[in-house]
Antibody, heavy 116, light 107 residues
Framework: EVQLVESGGGLVQPGGSLRLSCAAS????????MNWVRQAPGKGLEWIAY????????YYADSVKGRFTISRDDAKNSVYLRMSSLRDEDTALYFC?????????WGQGTLVIVSS | EIVLTQSPATLSSSPGERVTLSCRAS??????LVWFQQKPGHAPRLLIH???NRAAGIPARFSGSGSGTDFTLTISSLEPEDFAVYYC?????????FGGGTKVEIK
């Protein structure tokens, strides 16, 4: 069974940092690209980061470029999102999604609240 | 950045009715257009990929069409479990973008 499980969310002050993790199982993780998508409370979906299988190609949304860093560890079947210089508007539920079967598989999300 | 405009923002309908949701792109996305369904408190669920291909396990009442800039998601006969928010997403250009969503609510 394919599973994606995010963790690492929480309450952080503006300007602070946080690292999110997404642990994958049930498929050959190293073969697939991974994405992070977020959803602010009551709002729509926003794609924010992508890392290709192998890790050599990375893209970011302009809203997070220079502040967030996506990475992966194929030995641990995990993808990460390092978030720094956090702002109030980064408050959201953060999902990871695999390119496996065209983004059929998503995690349940981890909530990040940026507030003083 | 490609902007996806979904219409209507809200659609009020009854079980058994046929509904059509629209997604218009600011420039061509070829057929790299995907539809998701999302219910409160849940992750999005993939319905349609590459504009018209149903994902595994998706009922036949869901169908997608279109290419270029104009796309449509049709639900042929609404079931109670279909009341949700629907998003389109383009994967033709970086950054990937989502539409603002269409909420299908019970009339």
């Amino acid at each position: 069974e394919v599973q994606l499980v995010e963790s690492g969310g929480g309450l952080v002050q503006p300007g602070g940092s946080l690292r999110l993790s997404c642990a994958a199982s049930g498929f050959t993780f190293s073969d697939y690209s991974m994405n992070w998508v977020r959803q602010a409370p009551g709002k729509g979906l926003e794609w924010i980061a992508y890392i290709r299988s192998g890790g050599n190609t990375i893209y970011y949304a302009d809203s997070v470029k220079g502040r967030f860093t996506i990475s992966r560890d194929d030995a641990k079947n995990s993808v990460y999102l390092r978030m720094s210089s956090l702002r109030d508007e980064d408050t959201a539920l953060y999902f990871c999604a695999s390119d496996l079967e065209s983004w059929r598989y998503w995690g349940q999300g981890t909530l990040v609240i940026v507030s003083s | 950045e490609i902007v996806l405009t979904q219409s209507p923002a809200t659609l009020s309908s009854s079980p058994g009715e046929r509904v059509t949701l629209s997604c218009r792109a600011s420039q061509s996305v070829n057929n790299y257009l995907v539809w998701f369904q999302q219910k409160p408190g849940h992750a999005p669920r993939l319905l349609i990929h590459d504009a018209s291909n149903r994902a595994a396990g998706i009922p036949a009442r869901f169908s997608g069409s279109g290419s270029g800039t104009d796309f449509t998601l049709t639900i042929s006969s609404l079931e109670p479990e279909d009341f949700a928010v629907y998003y389109c997403q383009q994967r033709n250009n970086w950054p990937l973008t989502f539409g603002g969503g269409t909420k299908v609510e019970i009339k």
